[in-house]
């Protein structure tokens, strides 16, 4: 059966990471300089455990899976930030794992991947039932995803994704925004996206963030459509909440 590992790779700038993603670079954390995972392995190979900086050691405790446990072909479920609100899904490709750039403060750990998701799936997407939410949501840094329906739901999420029949968050919170005519909630929510999609314009000149722009486009347009049918409606009616009458 297809194994999945569980990562939590929370950086400061999620954004960042995400392109690093894009780009078929899941990073890891405890890796700042000097902590490649297969120097540090050669020392304990060698029998020289006692030679490793305070560092080499932390990094090892923490990471030494990426080398022992990752293979081609694993998938990963990778939860960007805390509290899980969203995930990335990707498959590990060999080489598996680098240590790259190797300068920066932490995130040098690199594991080689595909990403089979351009855009973080909900936690609360119609597609992730409350069992499989209940798997990504434990304890710990990384883990093995056991659950043999979980590891089925996962794939049928790619599957969707591969297939675009996924449905996306968006439209679920649209579709519950429409229902109660709140055009208020709407405008934040078109007005936020276009807060994101001209700070990714900004950081174009760097990075290639075009899938993410053209994600938050399409969120953008799908707000603005459910905004324009609610303009047909009765504008005396929109926001407004119905009561029942006194009896």
């Known amino acids: 059966m297809q194994r999945y590992f569980k990562l939590v790779c929370r950086h400061e700038d999620p954004a960042w990471y995400i392109g690093e993603f894009l780009a078929g670079r899941a990073r890891f954390g405890w890796s700042g300089p000097g902590t490649d995972l297969r120097a540090i392995k050669k020392k304990m190979d060698a029998g020289l ?5 305070e560092q080499e050691a932390v990094a090892w405790t923490y990471t030494k899976f990426l080398i022992e446990r990752l293979k081609a072909g694993d ?10 609100r969203r995930f990335l899904l990707a498959e590990v490709v060999d080489p ?7 300068d920066m403060d932490d995130f040098n750990h690199v594991i080689n991947v595909k990403p089979l998701t351009t855009q973080a799936i909900s936690v609360n997407a119609r597609a992730v039932s409350a069992a499989l939410k209940h798997d990504l949501s434990k304890l ?5 995803i056991y659950p043999e329906d979980s590891i089925r739901e996962l794939n049928a999420i790619v599957t969707k994704v591969e297939d675009g029949t996924l449905t996306k968050a968006i439209e679920h919170i649209v579709t519950g925004y ?3 005519k709140n055009r208020k909630a709407l405008e934040e929510i078109r007005d936020h996206r276009r807060r994101l999609l001209n700070e990714y314009r900004i950081r174009s000149s760097v990075l290639k963030f075009e899938s993410i722009k053209d994600e938050l486009q399409e969120e953008i347009s799908i707000v603005e459509a459910a905004l324009s049918r609610l303009q047909d409606q009765d504008p005396n009616q929109l926001g407004v909440v119905r009561r029942s009458p006194l009896r």
């Open 96 to 102: 598996t794992y680098q240590f790259s750039p190797g």
């Open 140 to 144: 710990g840094h990384y883990y093995q």
């Open 178 to 180: 429409s229902t109660l």
């Open 49 to 53: 455990r006692g030679d490793r900086t």
């Open 75 to 84: 998938r990963l479920v990778i939860q960007p930030e805390r509290p899980l």
